[in-house]
């Protein structure tokens, strides 16, 4: 067997450019009969990698694609209502779905998007994986024919939509890792794809959509098509000059790329920032002078990331990145080590340079959340409804059945719906900013709620910071984006008196505005009041406050206050030593409150 030769032959029958180590990993684990994750952004082909591995074994292909709505029927299959109405729960009446299939014929099930399937769908694999059968009510036990096994996909985590897959899942898969590919190899691909011969076409395109993935007022670059886009439009326009390529990219780039809402800036003004800076490099190349200007560029080192360095050196390191902005590969570490020193920061760097410091800042914060959260799902309530024309949802064959068996004609209003529906929850979260929490520790617990909110999508939230006074950061009715929440949250510096009083007075009024009766607050705190009244009669008005009790290695908290203000509140108390609790702790309140409710 020889591997390189087979990778060379996927690479020429499917028209892959590079990825010769992916190829062979991807080999290796649907030959060994391993299931295979392959991860990595929009448009890295990781679609095009899985199905070419599939075809070039002859293996047959059952293709699924994940979201939200998906459920564990449409995955296994599912009884024909008409037929199932005159037959009942057989075979005959039962219609197998894309993992039936796939298990019968000993195929390959490429599940598209695996990270933005239910949990409960996702669940419904493990079996499969393990033991290579599943169980289907009514039907008995489905086994896998030799050959059976799962290639699935999933982008990163992002902020709505995916989540972690749960560990036991996981530890399913072999792991392939894809990433956006080198710039020689991207011009191969639009060339090979667009069919062009016009070299610049092809670099100044390509050059284009590399630099939104770096520009840091964009939060997610473009990918391939883009560059296939751009090309094909200037390839018909037959003109590659500065007007002609901007009214073009205008065109191709504003659907592909996210504008980063804090930066303050619009897509087009962010695309003319780009193309400036692409025909600048084009003209120094031209004369010859881009070779000199990378070689002088190349001769500056790039410090390692340590958490020891103090404030001066971490100002210099900040200036060095922004000098090597477009080849600083972001690191999480010096993030969270921005965010704990931004109110200082703030005081030392430019506005172009602390623009940069917060966008590192930002996704290290998120990326922290996201990994403590796991797979994130909101609570869904199931209701039975009476079928009337329009109405979407699942037909209940057993309810359904038990109204018509004693009928001798069938109406609609015979016919059981169910409906799943999200559970709508409002939510209010005090923030003690007086205690040693500026920084990196505000905005993890503030950007906590937001993501949640963003990738459970069944609540809304109001942040309210409280030190002398109380104030409103995001209003329950505003609409917020995370990075510019989080951007706010760290230029507020740690210090002053505490007036939990005000706190849980502007919480309420803000809880007050959601229209719902499902109603949530979060007040996080160390307990000590040093100015205002006593917060425990204002505590007494939130209908259900979940208390965050911080204790530190400078002091401990005040517990009595805290657990009197969760008593009064019909709440909980929850102590914690470290922030970074903050993230569960929170996902498990809004669900426990959420169930309770309902």
């Known amino acids: 067997m020889n591997i390189e030769r087979m990778v060379e032959e996927i690479q020429s029958k499917y028209g892959i450019i590079g990825r010769e180590k992916e190829i062979k990993k991807a080999l290796l684990a649907v030959m060994a009969s391993k299931h295979l994750l392959i991860e990595g952004a929009v448009g890295v082909g990781k679609t095009v990698l899985a199905t070419a591995i599939a075809s070039y074994l002859n293996r047959e292909i059952f293709r699924v694609d994940g979201d939200e709505r998906y459920t564990e029927q449409k995955l296994t299959g599912w009884f024909d209502p008409p037929l199932a109405l005159k037959k009942g729960y057989v075979r005959e009446t039962f219609i197998p779905g894309p993992l039936t299939e796939a298990m019968n014929k000993g195929g390959i099930l490429f599940i598209n998007e695996l990270n933005r399937m239910p949990e409960g769908v996702q669940n419904v694999l493990l079996p499969a994986m393990d033991e290579g059968q599943i169980e289907i009510p009514y039907i008995g ?129 962010v695309i003319d920032e780009i193309l400036e800076k692409v025909f600048f490099d084009e003209d120094l190349f031209r004369s010859g002078k881009l070779e000199e200007k990378k070689e002088e560029e190349g001769k500056k080192s790039l410090p390692t990331s340590s958490s020891s360095y103090g404030n001066q050196d971490l100002v210099n390191k900040i200036k060095h990145i922004i000098n090597l902005i477009e080849t600083f590969n972001q690191d999480e570490e010096l993030g969270i080590i921005i965010a704990r020193n931004f109110p200082f920061l703030m005081l030392k760097l430019n506005e172009q340079e602390l623009h940069f410091a917060k966008n590192l800042a930002t996704k290290a914060i998120i990326e922290k959340i996201l990994k403590s959260l796991g797979h994130a799902r909101m609570p869904i309530e199931r209701k039975k409804l009476d079928y009337f024309p329009g109405l979407k949802g699942e037909l209940d064959l057993e309810d359904t059945f038990e109204k018509i068996m004693v009928k001798e004609s069938l109406e609609a209003k015979d016919i059981s719906i169910q409906v799943k529906e999200p559970k709508r929850l409002g939510c ?86 959601f229209p719902y009766k499902e109603k949530l607050s979060v007040i996080i705190t160390d307990g000590y009041y040093t100015v205002g009244p006593n917060p425990i009669p204002m505590a007494s008005k ?7 009790m911080v204790n530190s290695e400078q002091s401990n908290a005040n517990e009595k206050v805290c657990s009197d203000m969760a008593k009064v509140g019909h709440g909980q108390l929850f102590s914690i030593m470290n922030i970074e609790e903050i993230p569960i702790i929170l996902y498990n309140a809004l669900r426990d409150i959420s169930s309770r409710l309902s």
Not at 177 to 202: A, G, M, Y
Not at 246 to 255: E, G, N, S, V, W
Not at 463 to 485: Q, Y
Not at 542 to 548: D, E
């Open 428 to 513: 209010s979260m005090m923030l003690d900013a007086s205690l040693s929490m500026a920084g990196d520790k505000l905005a993890l617990a503030s950007a906590s709620l937001a993501v949640l909110a963003l990738k459970l999508k069944f609540f809304d939230f109001s942040v309210v910071i409280f030190k002398d006074n109380a104030r409103v950061i995001k209003a329950m009715d505003e609409i917020m984006s995370v990075e510019r929440l989080i951007g706010k949250i760290l230029e507020i510096p740690a210090s002053g008196y505490t007036n939990i009083y005000d706190g849980l007075d502007k919480g309420l009024i803000e809880l007050n505005k």
């Open 542 to 548: 939130h209908p259900n406050l979940f208390v965050i």
């Open 141 to 269: 036990t489905i086994k896998a024919e030799a050959g059976f096994l799962i290639i699935a996909t999933q982008n990163p985590l992002e902020f709505v939509g995916t989540g972690n897959i749960s560990e036991a899942l996981k530890d399913r898969f072999e792991h392939i890792p894809l990433s956006f590919q080198n710039e020689r190899e991207e011009l191969e691909i639009v060339k090979l794809r667009s069919n062009i011969k016009n070299e610049e076409i092809l670099k100044i395109a390509v050059k284009i959509v590399r630099a939104t993935r770096v520009h840091p007022a964009i939060k997610r670059g473009a990918s391939i098509r883009a560059a296939l886009s751009i090309a094909s439009l200037m390839n018909i326009l037959n003109s590659n000059s500065k007007e002609n390529v901007r009214d073009i990219a205008y065109m191709a780039l504003p659907t592909r790329i996210q504008i980063r809402e804090e930066s303050g800036k619009n897509v087009y003004q």
